[in-house]
């Protein structure tokens, strides 16, 4: 072996581990599979809470990334555009012929709930609910941020159509919604025909 070859040896040896101690590193930081599970005898609770069964046992989910309107909070009065939101969830999923979930990385939230995003005949229910100004991309903790960038970009749309509620300047605060901010002449107007992925 020639004397150049030793110190080429030794560097490639030193780059491997570099390479294998990168990626032991942070597995957690790793996606799950995204695989779908399919879910059954749902019950709308609001536009972004359901129950229902899945692998037979009953579950609270909560859809991950989005928040709309509050219909049932105990210290908020029903807030505007909260009926349309629930509506549009229940009429998406009772015309379903599949309705399934899929995890990001953690799958509950501190109440116990789910975590997931809906597919009703595999198309997003957040991005058809954010497609309609029926909601806002909010609670985004990581690592359950997968479609973060996706949600941001429908959102933007319906911004610049005044959607839903995007309507008023100021209802859509960054805690949440805000009624007091809607001028008392404009109620709320909301698109008869609402629009779903691809439409």
């Known amino acids: 072996m020639s004397q150049k070859t030793i110190p080429t040896m030794v560097l490639f040896i030193f780059f491997l581990l ?67 939101a629930k509506r549009f969830t229940h009429l998406q999923i009772k015309k379903a012929q599949k309705i399934e979930l899929e995890y990001d990385q953690s799958k509950r939230d501190k109440y116990g709930r789910l975590l997931a995003y809906i597919y009703v005949d595999g198309e997003c229910l957040q991005e058809s609910l954010l497609r309609n100004g029926l909601a806002r991309v909010a609670y985004v903790y990581e690592p359950n941020t997968r479609y973060e960038q996706e949600f941001l970009s429908i959102q933007k749309e319906a911004q610049k159509k005044k959607a839903g509620i995007w309507q008023w300047d100021r209802y859509v605060q960054p805690n949440g919604f805000d009624a007091q901010q809607i001028p008392k002449n404009q109620p709320p107007t909301i698109n008869r025909r609402p629009k779903t992925q691809g439409t």
């Open 18 to 84: 570099i390479m294998i101690g990168c990626r032991n590193t942070s597995p957690s930081l790793q996606y799950e599979s995204s695989e779908k599970v399919a879910i059954s005898s749902v019950f709308v609770i609001d536009g972004d809470t359901i129950q229902a069964k899945v692998k037979e046992k009953a579950e609270t989910i909560r859809f991950l990334l989005i928040d709309t309107p509050e219909t049932n909070h105990p210290q908020l009065a029903k807030q505007p555009l909260a009926e349309e």
